[in-house]
Nanobody, 117 residues
Framework: QVELVESGGGLVQAGGSLRLSCTAS????????MAWYRQAPGERRELVAT???????NYADSVKGRFTISRDNAKNTVYLQMNSLKPEDTAVYTC???????????WGQGTQVTVSS
């Protein structure tokens, strides 16, 4: 069973940057797409960014030009670089390995990102 462990959340002032990391166990990371989601209090979970196994990316309109998703298959890790952060980016960010090769829908535990104004 694949496990995902996130790190890198925290408190940052508006305009600042954070980088989230999500490391997967096992040997199938390189074969599968990855995604970052976020959920603010009282809000629905929102898909933030996705990256395919070959590195193609997509972003929510709300983060285009500010966030970058990337992956390092040698380290079994996906990253979310977040720049020009806004208070409305405050949420719990969770990484996800969607159903794919040798895996079901796997979620990390989430990491809190708080952006102060």
């Amino acid at each position: 069973q694949v496990e995902l462990v996130e790190s890198g959340g925290g408190l940052v002032q508006a305009g600042g940057s954070l980088r989230l990391s999500c490391t997967a166990s096992g040997s199938i990371f390189r074969l599968n797409a990855m995604a970052w989601y976020r959920q603010a209090p009282g809000e629905r979970r929102e898909l933030v960014a996705t990256i395919t196994s070959d590195g193609s990316t997509n972003y929510a309109d709300s983060v285009k030009g500010r966030f970058t998703i990337s992956r390092d298959n040698a380290k079994n890790t996906v990253y979310l670089q977040m720049n020009s952060l806004k208070p409305e980016d405050t949420a719990v960010y969770t990484c996800n390995m969607p159903p794919g090769i040798g895996v079901g829908n796997i979620w990390g535990q989430g990491t809190q990102v708080t952006v102060s104004s």
